[in-house]
């Protein structure tokens, strides 16, 4: 079935780094894919998006490219925050008919001053 | 807008016994989803609801749990009796439609001593 693999955590990073979160997919079909975050205490919010291939999401200075050829979608960050310190799940939604999204484990990001 | 309510935001019960949460969608959004959430590891679908049917409960252990969205709207989900293994948090998301963007309520955190 269709799944999601994310880069293990927690990362920890100084304020002002360059972030890479990896995420890689296994999928039938062309699944939309998505990046949600979790700050503390809250619920599930969406970062950004991607419906077709090559397609980029952006939101907040947060970015990821969906890469058919490798099957990722990667999200970076040029400049870190204290702000962003959070969960970060990357997300697809099943293109084989009922649309349900699946989760990937969640990535912890620590971002120190 | 108003956004996905959950309640209880948290319930601590003892095992075999049962419990019951609560969700009230975004207005207009025919979709709803339960999501079961353990800690440490990303949210797995339980049960989706398009209107008032049901188009996934394959990951859903029926022998305890249930869940009903009467009308199309409103949405409750049992566990009847808890188990340990039940500790987690509930999210319910709804969604305009299927395939379109999921938004998360805060979850209800479930205990199970």
């Known amino acids: 079935g269709d799944s999601v693999t994310q880069m293990e955590g927690p990362v920890t990073l100084s304020e002002e780094a360059f972030l890479t979160i990896n995420c890689t997919y296994t999928?039938?079909?062309?699944?939309?894919l998505f990046w949600y975050v979790q700050y503390p205490g809250e619920g599930l919010q969406l970062l950004l998006k991607?419906?077709?291939?090559?397609d980029k999401g952006s939101n907040k200075g947060f970015e990821a490219t969906y890469r058919k050829e490798t099957t990722s979608f990667h999200l970076e960050k040029g400049s870190v925050q204290v702000s962003d310190s959070a969960v970060y799940f990357c997300?697809?939604?099943?293109?084989?008919?009922?649309?349900?999204?699946?989760f990937g484990t969640g990535t912890r990001l620590k971002v120190l001053a | 807008e108003a956004g996905v309510a959950q309640s209880p935001r948290y319930k601590i019960i003892e095992k075999r016994q049962s419990v019951a949460f609560w969700c009230n969608p975004i207005?207009?959004?025919?979709?709803l989803y339960w999501y079961q959430q353990i800690l440490g590891q990303g949210p797995k679908l339980l049960i989706q609801?398009?209107?008032?049917?049901?188009?996934?409960d394959s990951q859903l252990p029926k022998d305890r749990f249930s869940a009903e969205r009467l009308k199309g709207v409103d949405s409750t989900l049992k566990i009847q009796p808890a188990k340990l293994e039940d500790s987690a948090v509930y999210l319910c998301?709804?969604?305009?439609?299927?395939?379109?963007?999921?938004?998360f309520g805060q979850g209800t955190r479930l205990t199970v001593v």
């Open positions: 609801f398009q209107n008032n049917g049901v188009v996934d």
């Open positions: 991607a419906t077709k291939a090559d």
């Open positions: 999928a039938t079909g062309y699944p939309s």
């Open positions: 997300a697809l939604s099943d293109a084989s008919g009922t649309y349900k999204y699946i």
């Open positions: 998301a709804s969604s305009l439609e299927m395939n379109t963007e999921a938004f």
């Open positions: 207005s207009g959004h025919a979709t």
